[in-house]
């Protein structure tokens, strides 16, 4: 848990001094639909987040309130927690992906005093889970019904005198409640302080400028959940702290491409799916030999990389990393072949995602890297891993047991992931220990490392390996994206069978006699966070899935062949 720190610069004073010295540097780029773009300054943000702040205070809310935002990643969001910061409250974003259901949950569990509606896609089947008395402030970018219903930000800022000076807040007091994405039972809600949102800010900064160079503009694409650590922390936390990276914002999935374009990221956080996804993009127009043989000559090859990276929009990257869930080896070997150095990282919601980063010579595949700057970690006698970061949460809101629970007696977090590490330092994430599971035979088989090598392979989008009480484990796998259109076509279907039993057998080479794979079962449909199958941050949902095909392991195991089609 965070101490205090009454006499460290928080985050808040580094917003002023920008407002002071970068007033009319561009700080935020917002798309707004047809091409078009509002650039937002220093001096822009923090006048429009003054106004807020007041019209909040006006308001009467006690210090320490909890205001909600519940939208897509738009400058606005920054804006309006900026306006909560300055207001003296708390912010509680929600993954703009919820149900009604747990919306509701999540505004009542924080006691929440009034909700930002912004940038959604479904807000008419999230809107009954808003209690019907909570007031309501529509961004600019919200849906056309909550700009009907609701008073505007617009009209707000238009009619409210900007609050004056510099509102300070104390270290220990909450800057946010982040309520995890819930990959299994309800949403806990994470305490993070003044003190440790600054830490995040400032150790993610330091980190940047070292890993693309002190006199390149940093520049960054915005799009992963803003509601999830990870964005919060290494893009909002980091250009609030810095002052010198410049958010572009991705205004929709079919725009996406264009959207980096326009950015020309010098900095790309992602999570394995997409870089996958990516890949097998690249690989759909040019097959792998034909590539792989081009990589291959000297000076072509460089051309054929540049050019495979601007396609992507992601030729001017410096550094690219991947977090939320392991990413295979063999991917990050193919990017980097690419001429993209890709890395990846490690953290948790309950350190603010700062803790475990790859960089320069601590980049095997396969590790999250070593320690970042102020983190202390060691391994428990069972080989879980345990963090102390300095940008640790205060623990969980209202719920003291599960805190104290969850921290050793000196402090150190207990992340529930099992690890390994070099004598560099080195952090191997192994599996979860809640994830370990009994085949009949009676041994315990971690998932994690069989799905690495499953998902490596370039037919395969994402796997689950199951199999609790089963005479064996078992594999189920999601296609890639362009295979999955044709997965009824007779042809691509033996192609299919053929590629993932030989796939099959070599997993079973590379794993313990109980871990061994059964069958592969080859998924009817897409796990997406729509079907409630993946979180708001791509994490399959094992319990889910698992209770989804429930009915249908016993059919699977007594089908013969290695590939089953579900």
């Not at 259901?101 to 807000?123: C, M, N, P, Q």
């Not at 039972?185 to 993070?192: D, E, I, Y």
């Not at 995040?200 to 959940?225: H, M």
Request: with cysteine.
């Amino acid at each position: 848990m965070t101490d205090k720190a009454p006499n460290r610069k928080l985050i808040l004073d580094r917003v002023y001094e920008h407002e002071g010295q970068r007033a009319d540097q561009v700080y935020l780029t917002q798309p707004t639909g047809g091409g078009q773009v509002a650039d937002y300054t220093w001096a822009q943000v923090m006048d429009q987040s003054r106004r807020l702040a007041a019209h909040l205070q006006a308001r009467g809310f006690p210090r320490g309130a909890r205001v909600a935002i519940l939208s897509k990643n738009c400058a606005h969001f920054f804006m309006a927690e900026l306006a909560i910061w300055m207001a003296g409250y708390t912010t509680v974003a929600i993954f703009p992906t919820e149900t009604a259901e747990t919306i509701r949950y999540v505004l009542e569990h924080s006691e929440a005093s009034l909700l930002f509606v912004g940038k959604l896609d479904t807000w008419e089947h999230q809107k009954p889970g808003v209690p019907e008395a909570m007031p309501r402030i529509a961004l600019p970018l919200a849906p056309e019904t909550a700009l009907k219903d609701y008073e505007t930000w617009d009209a707000i800022a238009a009619r409210t005198q900007p609050v004056s000076g510099k509102p300070a807040r104390a270290a220990d007091e909450l800057a946010m409640l982040i309520y995890t994405s819930g990959s299994t039972g309800t949403p806990k809600g994470v305490m993070q302080s003044f003190a440790a949102v600054s830490a995040a800010g400032d150790g993610f900064a330091a980190f940047i400028r070292k890993q693309i160079g002190a006199g390149t503009e940093g520049r960054v694409l915005s799009y992963l959940p803003l509601a999830h650590s990870f964005e919060r922390s290494c893009v909002e936390m980091s250009s609030l702290w810095s002052g010198d990276l410049r958010v572009f914002f991705a205004e929709a999935l079919d725009t996406f491409v264009q959207d980096l374009q326009r950015a020309q990221p010098t900095v790309f956080m992602s999570v394995p799916r997409l870089y996958a996804k990516f890949q097998q993009g690249v690989l759909a127009k040019m097959p792998a030999h034909k590539l792989d043989r081009l990589l291959s000559l000297p000076l072509i090859g460089k051309l054929v990389g540049k050019k495979v990276r601007k396609g992507l929009g992601l030729d001017q990257v410096l550094y690219a990393a991947s977090g939320s869930a392991p990413l295979t080896p063999e991917i990050i070997r193919w990017y980097r072949r690419i001429g993209l150095k890709l890395y990846e990282g490690y953290g948790m919601t309950e350190d603010n995602s700062y803790s475990h980063a790859s960089w320069g010579e601590f980049a095997e595949p396969g590790f999250v890297g070593p320690p970042m700057v102020g983190v202390q970690v060691r391994l428990s006698d069972e080989g879980e891993v345990l963090i102390k970061s300095p940008a640790a949460c205060s623990g969980y809101y209202k719920q003291p047991e599960l805190t104290q629970e969850s921290f050793t007696e000196d402090g150190f977090f207990r992340t529930g992931d099992l690890g390994e590490r070099q004598a560099s330092g080195m952090l191997k994430i192994t599996g979860r220990a809640k994830e370990l599971f009994k085949t009949a035979k009676g041994k315990y088989v971690a998932p994690a490392p069989i799905e690495n090598l499953i998902n490596a392979h370039p037919m395969i989008e994402m796997s689950m390996v199951s199999g609790v009480g089963q005479p064996s484990a078992y594999a189920i796998v999601v296609l890639a994206e362009n295979l999955r259109p044709r997965q009824a076509d007779p042809a691509l279907r033996a192609q299919v069978e053929a590629e993932l039993s030989t796939l099959l057998k070599s997993v079973n080479t590379e794993v313990a006699d109980y871990e061994h794979l059964r069958m592969i079962v080859v998924a009817g449909d897409a796990w997406s966070i729509e079907n409630g199958m993946l979180t708001p941050t791509m994490k399959i949902r094992r319990a889910r899935i698992e209770k989804a095909v429930g009915d249908e392991v016993e059919r699977w195991f007594g089908a013969r062949g290695a590939v089953i089609w579900a």
